[in-house]
Nanobody, 125 residues
Framework: QLQLVESGGGLVQPGGSLRLSCAASGDTLDGYAIGWFRQAPGKEREGVSC????????YYADSVKGRFAISRDNAKNTVYLQMNSLEPEDTAVYYC??????????????????WGQGTQVTVSS
């Protein structure tokens, strides 16, 4: 059973950067499509960035294009979300999710089978 644990969240000033990590155990992430999602208080869950199982395709929400980057390190069994030029609107709990064996980008949260517990990102001066 794949287990995911996010880390790297925190409080950062507007314009700052954070790198979120999603460490996997119980299975290798190689072969899983990965997604990063976020949910702010009172708002619906939003897909932020996703990558296909072979990393041939990636997706970024319009609100984060050019600022966020998703990457995978199979040797460390970890996926990252580099977040630059953070804005107060990026404040949310960020979750990573995984689903097995699709070479297309999966942007719908309901299609993911495994979820981490989330990490809080707060952008404020």
């Amino acid at each position: 059973q794949l287990q995911l644990v996010e880390s790297g969240g925190g409080l950062v000033q507007p314009g700052g950067s954070l790198r979120l990590s999603c460490a996997a155990s119980g299975d290798t992430l190689d072969g899983y499509a990965i997604g990063w999602f976020r949910q702010a208080p009172g708002k619906e869950r939003e897909g932020v960035s996703c990558t296909s199982s072979d990393d041939s395709s990636t997706y970024y929400a319009d609100s984060v294009k050019g600022r966020f980057a998703i990457s995978r390190d199979n040797a460390k069994n970890t996926v990252y979300l580099q977040m630059n030029s953070l804005e107060p609107e990026d404040t949310a709990v960020y979750y990573c999710a995984a689903t097995w064996g699709t070479t297309v980008v999966v942007t719908t949260g309901d299609e993911y089978d495994y979820w981490g517990q989330g990490t809080q990102v707060t952008v404020s001066s």
